[in-house]
């Protein structure tokens, strides 16, 4: 079977780290920093998969996708609300792009949705190829996620 290509997605290394050497079982990782280099990779990488990271607060803020303006508006003109939403959900930006630019793969949120499941619920049902699975997930659990996403039984 031939090695699952998937694309990382994050602000800092944690998950490239820990999956490339927990969960690299069959599986190759590239990272992108940003939405911007992620969708830049599409093309070249065509990742089987893309682990998305949800909160980006270490990324700098020319490079955040969304419309500041527009989510300032939202928070009554709060421009430090509305950037703190745009980091705590920048996964969901960057997931948008990538939709966007093409990718109709699956996509692994690593974010915790259990006090959440209305919200992933609304999510997934715009989106039936997201998937989620929590930061303190252990390296099987997330290994069985990426199988499950692309198709493949776990092994």
């Given amino acids: ?57 270490r990324t700098p803020i020319e490079a955040l996708l969304g419309d500041l303006v527009a989510l300032t508006a939202r928070f009554n003109g709060d421009v430090a609300r509305a950037r703190a939403f745009q980091q705590d959900n920048q996964g969901l930006f960057v ?25 992933f619920r609304a999510l997934s049902e715009r989106d039936p190829a997201l998937s989620y699975c929590p930061d303190y997930a252990d390296a099987d659990t997330i290994h069985a996620a990426i199988q499950r996403a692309v198709g493949r039984p776990s092994a």
Wanted: net charge negative; charged share 30%; glycine share 8%.
């Fill in 1 to 57: 079977m031939s090695e699952i290509k998937v694309l990382v997605v994050e602000d800092g290394d944690e998950y490239l780290t820990n999956l490339s050497t927990f969960v690299s079982r069959g599986i190759r990782y590239t990272q992108a920093k940003s939405g911007e280099q992620a969708c830049a990779l599409l093309a070249s990488l065509q990742p089987d998969l893309v682990y998305l990271d949800m909160r980006f607060d």
């Fill in 95 to 119: 997931l948008r792009a990538l939709r966007d630019a093409g990718f109709r793969g699956p996509v692994i949120l690593s974010y915790d949705f259990g006090a959440e499941e209305r919200r």
